[in-house]
């Protein structure tokens, strides 16, 4: 069977020794090269938009990798609550009254509220006025609120001035002189817990663990149901 070709500007099958005179008689003045280099030059667009858009593709499943990555990296520490284990004793010393306390020894039969905190973390002081709220309303209660300073270089004189550009904040506040932030997997702050001394007397337990700010609703009814 003979071999045939298709005219470049018809599409039409032609004999290859017959194509000269089929562009003469059937498209006189055309030239068969610029119609072949207007064709590939349709290809060579074409393919150029086909990487463009395979380009695209692949920076946006590259975007979502690395939102994906960055959300591991950030919440990541959400997966590891401690809710249920034995909360790691720690001791401190209040700040204001210098009176130092152990957990969970000067606190069986009650609940603490443990924050670890930052005096420049603005999450943090956006929280102030929720934990003064709570304070205000369980203080009747067997519920202690405590607050760990975890920022590096932190003194009692800083400390101190912190509090008073915050006269709400006036329950006990500490420094982190036993590295309490690790034992509590402390990834970043506000970080919150509810000790519950009361059902676990001898230990305790843990049955709040959260990572960053929460609403008074939210805390005030885990509290209520423990007591």
């Given at each position: 069977?003979?071999?045939?070709?298709?005219?470049?500007?018809?599409?039409?099958?032609?004999?290859?020794?017959?194509?000269?005179?089929?562009?003469?008689?059937?498209?006189?003045?055309?030239?068969?090269?610029?119609?072949?280099?207007?064709?590939?030059?349709?290809?060579?667009?074409?393919?150029?938009?086909?990487?463009?858009?395979?380009g695209a593709?692949?920076a946006g499943?590259?975007?979502?990798?690395?939102?994906?990555?960055?959300?591991?990296?950030?919440?990541?520490?959400?997966?590891?609550?401690?809710?249920?284990?034995?909360?790691?004793?720690?001791?401190?010393?209040?700040?204001?009254?210098?009176?130092?306390?152990?957990?969970?020894?000067?606190?069986?039969?009650?609940?603490?509220?443990?924050?670890?905190?930052?005096?420049?973390?603005?999450?943090c002081i956006?929280?102030?006025?929720?934990?003064?709220?709570?304070?205000?309303?369980?203080?009747?209660?067997?519920?202690?609120?405590?607050?760990?300073?975890?920022?590096?270089?932190?003194?009692?004189?800083?400390?101190?001035?912190?509090?008073?550009?915050?006269?709400?904040?006036?329950?006990?506040?500490?420094?982190?002189?036993?590295?309490?932030?690790?034992?509590?997997?402390?990834?970043?702050?506000?970080?919150?817990?509810?000790?519950?001394?009361?059902?676990?007397?001898?230990?305790?337990?843990?049955?709040?663990?959260?990572?960053?700010?929460?609403?008074?609703?939210?805390?005030?009814?885990?509290?209520?149901?423990?007591?």
């Amino acid at each position: 069977m003979t071999k045939m070709s298709r005219c470049p500007i018809c599409g039409s099958p032609v004999k290859p020794e017959n194509l000269t005179r089929h562009l003469r008689k059937v498209h006189p003045g055309e030239s068969a090269e610029s119609h072949i280099s207007k064709g590939q030059g349709r290809k060579a667009k074409a393919r150029a938009g086909i990487r463009r858009r395979e380009g695209a593709v692949f920076a946006g499943i590259a975007m979502v990798i690395v939102v994906i990555i960055v959300i591991a990296i950030v919440y990541g520490g959400q997966s590891d609550s401690m809710v249920g284990d034995e909360p790691p004793g720690f001791s401190i010393v209040d700040v204001n009254t210098r009176i130092p306390y152990t957990v969970p020894n000067n606190f069986h039969g009650e609940l603490v509220f443990l924050e670890f905190f930052s005096p420049d973390c603005g999450a943090c002081i956006a929280f102030i006025p929720i934990m003064a709220q709570l304070e205000q309303s369980f203080h009747s209660e067997p519920v202690n609120f405590i607050s760990i300073d975890v920022k590096a270089g932190e003194t009692d004189a800083s400390l101190l001035s912190f509090l008073a550009e915050h006269p709400d904040a006036k329950w006990t506040h500490a420094l982190d002189t036993s590295n309490m932030a690790s034992a509590y997997n402390v990834g970043g702050t506000p970080k919150l817990f509810i000790l519950d001394l009361i059902e676990e007397p001898e230990f305790g337990i843990v049955k709040y663990d959260h990572t960053g700010a929460d609403t008074y609703n939210n805390i005030a009814s885990i509290l209520n149901d423990l007591l």
